[in-house]
Structure formats: C-alpha cells, structure tokens
C-alpha cells in the first residue's frame, strides 16, 4: 500500500508540473520547455526498472532481477539530469518567476522518482549484502548517477547509446577519464552533485525512518518521543 501511495503521490506531482507546462504555452503560445515532459517521461524510467527488481528479487527471480539492475542502472541519471535544464531559464517569453517555479516542479518529481527507485534497490542491496554494503552502493550510484549526468548535458550521450552502441560510449567513458584532473568541469559536476544528492537522499531515508519510528510506537500502543 505503501508503494502505491508513493507511485499515485508522484504520479499527481507529474501531472501538476505538465499542467503547469501547459498553462504557459496556453499564456505564451510558446512550447520551448517541451522537452521537459520527455525528460520527465525518462525520470519515471528508473522507478519502472527499480519496482521490477525488487520484485523479481524477492521472488528469487535473480536473473532477470540483475537485468532490471542493469537497466535501472543505465537510466538512473536521467532523475538528476533534469536539475540541468535551470540552464534554460530566462529563455522563453514567460516570466522569469513563473519559469522557475515550473521548473522547480519538474525537477522535484524528477529527483523524488530518482531517490524512490534508489530506495528500492537499496533495499534489495541490503536485502542480499547487508546494511553497511546497501549505504556504501547507494553511494557510488549516486557517484554513477552524477557522471551520468555529465555525459548527458556536456557529451551529449544518452542512456539507450549504451545499449545500442556500448563500444562507442565505453570509449568515450574512457577518453573522458583518460586524466580526469584536467577536466575541472567533471570534477566539479561529479563532486557537487554527488555531495548535494547523497545529502539529499540522508535526508528523504531519515524522514522514512522516522515515519517507521511513528507507525511502530503506535502499533506498539506508545506515544513517540518528542524531537
């Protein structure tokens, strides 16, 4: 019930940032943010892949659970992406203000779709190796996540040119991490917005841990304990 309640949550953020879209290009007659509906579209891709493996792994499907891994994997970026386009900003005929809370919106649901799936194969992680490995993994999909997003804004690869051309885009990869150090745009990219997601995501597991804290003492019968 729980998962649901979530799905149908983001589900209804969605809709109110594309009926935010459509309000603007009713006003302005522009559809220049289009492309944010495409990208919120790819956002939800991870949390399709995500439910599927945890499913599959609890009913000790493992392969195709590792294949929903790998797809969730490939397409976990796209999540975070979206905090990119603020470099559109300014570039339609709205205003400016309406533009960023618009954005903001789609970018919200963007990153909560990324954590929710990220929850999920954490739990699987934590499932199989145990709760130190499951935070030490989620970590480095974060990581992952973050030079994702590089490759997506400033290389301009896609999720699907990994599986349609995996020479190509591991050539690539290896290129760009050929000496990283000279790059000071990758670093700051991966730094930044890994440090900003996994603090970001502490923050959403501890607002879950702290709902299970609630719902057990009430089970229990006991009252929480004032913060």
């Known amino acids: 019930m729980a998962t649901l309640r979530l799905i149908a949550a983001l589900a209804a953020a969605s809709a109110l940032s ?29 949390l399709a892949a995500a439910l599927a493996c945890h499913a599959l792994a609890r009913r000790r499907g493992y392969a195709f659970a590792v294949g929903a891994g790998v797809i969730w994997l490939l397409f976990f970026p796209n999540a975070p992406y979206m905090l990119t386009d603020y470099i559109h900003l300014g570039e339609a005929p709205s205003p400016l203000w309406w533009d960023a809370l618009m954005l903001s919106s789609f970018v919200w649901t963007s990153l909560m779709l990324g954590f929710f799936s990220l929850y999920l194969m954490q739990d699987v992680w934590r499932a199989h190796f145990g709760r130190s490995v499951s935070w030490l993994l989620a970590t480095l999909a974060l990581a992952l996540g973050s030079f994702g997003v590089y490759l997506g804004r400033f290389v301009r690869l896609n999720s699907w040119d990994a599986l349609l051309h995996p020479r190509s885009v591991a050539h690539i990869i290896a290129t760009q991490l050929e000496n990283p150090f000279h790059e000071p745009r990758l670093i700051g990219v991966l730094g930044l917005l890994t440090a900003f997601m996994s603090i970001s995501y502490a923050v959403v597991c501890s607002f879950a841990a702290f709902q299970d804290r609630i719902a057990t003492a009430r089970r229990d019968g006991s009252q929480p304990r004032r913060l």
């Open 18 to 46: 594309v009926a935010a879209l459509l309000v603007e290009i009713h006003e302005t007659g522009s559809s220049f943010y289009r492309f944010l509906v495409w990208n919120l579209f790819l956002a939800w891709v991870p």
